[in-house]
T-cell receptor, first 112, second 115 residues
Framework: GDSVTQMEGPVTLSEEAFLTINCTYT??????LFWYVQYPGEGLQLLLK?????DKGSNKGFEATYRKETTSFHLEKGSVQVSDSAVYFC???????????FGGGTRVLVKP | GAGVSQSPRYKVAKRGQDVALRCDPI?????LFWYQQALGQGPEFLTY????????KSGLPSDRFFAERPEGSVSTLKIQRTQQEDSAVYLC?????????????FGPGTRLTVL
């Protein structure tokens, strides 16, 4: 079956630090890849996505590149802010079907 | 607002009771999903509807779980004879089209606690 491995948190950073959250997946076929974010007290929301190999998704200063050869979709941001404190979920989607498989989530805490 | 809403937001049930959780998707959204999220874990897929048709129920953990969307809009997730292991946050999401690439919009969830 499909599975997602996400680096465990919590990750604690200072403002303006560089953030990387690793995500690797195993999936039959070639999935689309998503990062969802859950801010404190809010529901899950889409952060970015990539639908084919070598695509780069970007939003709010975050980026992730679909690496088919390493089955990875690592999330990066060059300079984090306190408002980026949240839980981040990597989620591949099977090429056939509408089922998202979520990783366990990585909690990020950015301190001023 | 026009987001996904869920009710109740919190539900406490005694073991063995039946519960019904409601999801109101965004108007016009064809696809509707239910997920179960245990504490400290990522959401796990339960079931998927396209309009009123339940196309995938492979994630339902047992025959005590039942979901319906009779008119292709509001959906209800029913859990019969609740057990302690059913305690979790139940998330509903909807998306506009039928492609899996469409963004899923999530509701706030219903936190179920089974005593």
């Amino acid at each position: 079956g499909d599975s997602v491995t996400q680096m465990e948190g919590p990750v604690t950073l200072s403002e303006e630090a560089f953030l990387t959250i690793n995500c690797t997946y195993t999936a039959t076929g070639y999935p689309s890849l998503f990062w969802y974010v859950q801010y404190p007290g809010e529901g899950l929301q889409l952060l970015l996505k990539a639908t084919k190999a070598d695509d780069k998704g970007s939003n709010k200063g975050f980026e992730a590149t679909y690496r088919k050869e390493t089955t990875s979709f690592h999330l990066e941001k060059g300079s984090v802010q306190v408002s980026d404190s949240a839980v981040y979920f990597c989620a591949p989607l099977k090429a056939a079907g509408n089922k998202l498989t979520f990783g366990g989530g990585t909690r990020v805490l950015v301190k001023p | 607002g026009a987001g996904v809403s869920q009710s109740p937001r919190y539900k406490v049930a005694k073991r063995g009771q039946d519960v019904a959780l409601r999801c109101d998707p965004i108007s016009g959204h064809v696809s509707l999903f239910w997920y179960q999220q245990a504490l400290g874990q990522g959401p796990e897929f339960l079931t998927y509807f396209q309009n009123e048709a339940q196309l995938d129920k492979s994630g339902l953990p047992s025959d005590r779980f039942f979901a319906e969307r009779p008119e292709g809009s509001v959906s209800t997730l029913k859990i019969q004879r609740t057990q302690q292991e059913d305690s979790a946050v139940y998330l509903c999401a909807s998306s506009l089209g039928t492609s899996g690439d469409n963004e899923q919009f999530f509701g706030p969830g219903t936190r179920l606690t089974v005593l």
